[in-house]
């Protein structure tokens, strides 16, 4: 099993020290959130009339999102809901689109307030929001943080100097996290530091079929 991946992540976001490149890129990080800030509290949110139920995440990049999106649909299947992905329109991130199309319907937009109403005009009863946790303009029902317990939130810092795409504070807007690895102490007391009620849940990839694979060339971009 051969796997070859281009991945673009600045090797200084996930050291522990901070760097001269984070030191160098700090006002600018500075900057961006000052300016989502203004953005933010000039949205207006909206509200949706079927429940929304967001898996996003905090640490830019994959956290597993994707998959546990897939498993919230399924759920919801089982409990006899009508249930619909709901994405932001991104014309290059087309993979995850397909992922979610061989498990049910995706409804997507540059707007998602617009993906969510095309959605319950075809009579779906709830949405799972595959990513959207920064976008305020969405009321959502039950939100739900990601995190890779590896990589847990790199530096610290946000972007560009970290990985972050909002301080860890934001955890207060959340209502449960998921870390995709085992059990730590030390992520459980951060996330806890941030807000007390939360719950943290601990989960692990399990491939299915990988013998199908056994002895072949995967290429991966």
Not at 112 to 127: D, G, M, S, V, Y
Request: net charge positive; hydrophobic share 35%.
């Amino acid at each position: 099993l051969i796997i070859k991946m281009k991945f673009f992540k600045p090797k200084f976001w996930d050291k522990k020290q901070i760097s001269f490149f984070s030191i160098i890129l700090f006002p600018i990080s500075l900057l961006i959130q000052f300016l989502n800030f203004l953005k933010n509290i000039t949205i207006k949110t909206k509200n949706c009339s079927i429940p929304v139920i967001c898996i996003g995440n905090i640490y830019l990049g994959g956290t597993g999102k994707t998959p546990l999106c897939i498993e919230v649909y399924n759920i919801l299947k089982e409990l006899g809901k009508n249930s619909v992905f709901i994405r932001k329109k991104h014309n290059t991130y087309e993979d995850e689109k397909k992922l979610l199309e061989q498990v049910g319907s995706v409804y997507e937009d540059s707007n998602r307030i617009n993906a969510l109403k095309n959605a319950t005009q075809n009579k779906f009863e709830i949405a799972s929001m595959d990513d959207g946790f920064q976008d305020l303009s969405v009321k959502k029902d039950f939100s739900i943080v990601c995190f890779d317990g590896k990589q847990w939130i790199g530096n610290g810092l946000t972007i560009p100097s970290g990985p972050l795409r909002e301080k860890l504070d934001a955890l207060d807007r959340a209502d449960c996290v998921v870390v995709n690895g085992e059990k730590n102490t030390t992520i459980q007391n951060k996330i806890l530091e941030k807000k007390k009620s939360i719950k943290t849940f601990y989960t692990k990839y399990k491939a299915e079929n990988i013998t199908n694979f056994r002895n072949k060339k995967i290429i991966c971009f």
